[in-house]
């Protein structure tokens, strides 16, 4: 019988490019996001079986009764990937875009991995996979809310995993830290070593493959995690 995945976050990007990658490898497929337009057309240009959902995650009570449907309507679900997320740089801290940076990237993806992970512990078995940023390791002065964020979707993924393994349960935590992939987020001056978003999903689906508990995407920006780890606070700041 097929597998089955959720993306959250499949309208554009990173999480589009991985619904290209898991129809190729045969998955039925629920994808969600804002966009209702663009998930049907996903849905059309997909050759498998495909279940939409839109879906607003910074509602919280609406996504967790959206997503309980969709597992409803898909039945057992091998993988989630939660992918949605929005990245603000936000020089004059308007704080209407660090709060929507909040409700989405914490509040909004805490509910849908509670959601997987007892989704999996129910059935014994799954796979979550959450795409957290290399911007999870240090703050940042541009946009301090997407950095804490992500921080905290990477810090929460160890907490799920090291439950798992408490537990002895067999559900995999993914944590993938992208650096910079050509979508419509990757914005602003000094951008680098900039990955194609379908590069970037044949990557991470090699991470899903293998259960990777963490990964870099592209590979080469483990160098920059280990730069970014070592780097003293006098050095950050002439960033
Ligand atoms: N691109 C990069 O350089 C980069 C680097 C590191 C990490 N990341 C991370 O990768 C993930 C995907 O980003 P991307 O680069 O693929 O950007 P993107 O093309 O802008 O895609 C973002 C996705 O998130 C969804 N989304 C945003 N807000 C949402 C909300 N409130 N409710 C539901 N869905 C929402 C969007 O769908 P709708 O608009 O249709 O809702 C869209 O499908 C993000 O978590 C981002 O932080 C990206």
């Known amino acids: 019988m097929s597998k089955s995945a959720i993306i959250i976050g499949a309208t554009s990007g990173i999480g589009k ?8 490898q045969g998955y039925r497929l629920g994808l969600t996001g804002r966009r209702l337009p663009l998930l049907e057309e996903i ?3 997909l050759a498998t079986e495909v279940f939409i959902e839109q879906m607003d995650v910074s509602d919280v009570a609406e ?14 679900i091998d993988l989630v990937i939660i992918s949605a997320g929005v990245g ?7 704080s209407a875009l660090e709060i929507e940076t909040i409700q989405t990237n914490v509040s909004g993806f805490v509910v849908i991995a509670d959601a997987a992970f007892l989704h999996f512990q129910a059935q014994g078995k799954g796979h979550l996979v959450g795409i957290s940023s290399i911007a999870a390791l240090r703050g940042s002065a541009l946009a301090p809310a997407y950095s804490a964020s992500k921080a905290f979707v990477s810090n929460y993924m160890e907490g799920l995993r ?8 067999d559900i995999a935590v993914t944590d993938v ?3 910079f992939v050509d979508t419509p987020m990757a914005q602003g001056e000094g951008l680098f070593w900039v990955a194609p978003a379908g590069k970037a999903a044949a990557q991470i689906w090699q991470a899903i493959k293998a259960k ?3 990964v870099y995407i592209t590979r080469r920006w483990r160098l920059i995690a280990w730069l970014m780890r070592m780097m003293p606070a006098s050095v950050l700041k002439k960033l």
Do not use: D
Not at 88 to 94: A, M, Q, S
């Open 17 to 24: 490019a991985l619904a290209e990658v898991l129809a190729g």
């Open 43 to 45: 849905k059309e240009s």
């Open 63 to 76: 996504t967790e009764e959206k997503f309980k449907t969709l597992i409803e309507q898909m039945g057992p």
């Open 88 to 94: 603000h740089l936000n020089p004059k801290l308007e």
């Open 162 to 169: 090291l439950k798992a393994l408490k537990a002895k349960l």
């Open 177 to 179: 830290r992208p650096g």
């Open 212 to 214: 990777k508990a963490c």
